[in-house]
């Protein structure tokens, strides 16, 4: 099983952006598809954004499609969100998670990002 481990988050004004990593270890990082989930105070955690082993093919959920970013370097075992134009409902604890199939296999701890107005 794959350990993931998440940075990057923080408080940024509306429009901001940020920069999300999470880092893996454990087993062979490139042949997970990798995830960000996000769950809001008294919400459930919801998808953000997934790519596929390869880095080949991303699919985002439509509340951040043309301002998310993800990304994937299989060389450093890292996952990257990258989150422009953000605005005050991107505030949550944002999780990457490794997927087998459809299945998440690991979640990360989560990181905290809070979108002042």
């Known amino acids: 099983q794959v350990q993931l481990v998440e940075s990057g988050g923080g408080l940024v004004q509306a429009g901001g952006s940020l920069r999300l990593s999470c880092v893996a270890s454990g087993r062979t990082f490139s042949t997970y598809t990798m995830a960000w989930f996000r769950q809001a105070p008294g919400k459930e955690r919801e998808f953000v954004a997934r790519?596929?082993?390869?880095?080949?093919?991303?699919y985002y959920a439509d509340s951040v499609k043309g301002r998310f970013t993800i990304s994937r370097d299989n060389a450093k075992s890292t996952v990257y969100l990258q989150m422009n134009n953000l605005r005050p409902e991107d505030t949550a604890v944002y999780y990457c998670?490794?997927?087998?199939?459809?299945?998440?296999?690991?979640w990360g701890q989560g990181t905290q990002v809070t979108v002042s107005s």
């Open positions: 998670a490794a997927r087998v199939g459809a299945l998440v296999e690991s």
């Open positions: 790519i596929s082993s390869a880095g080949g093919a991303t």
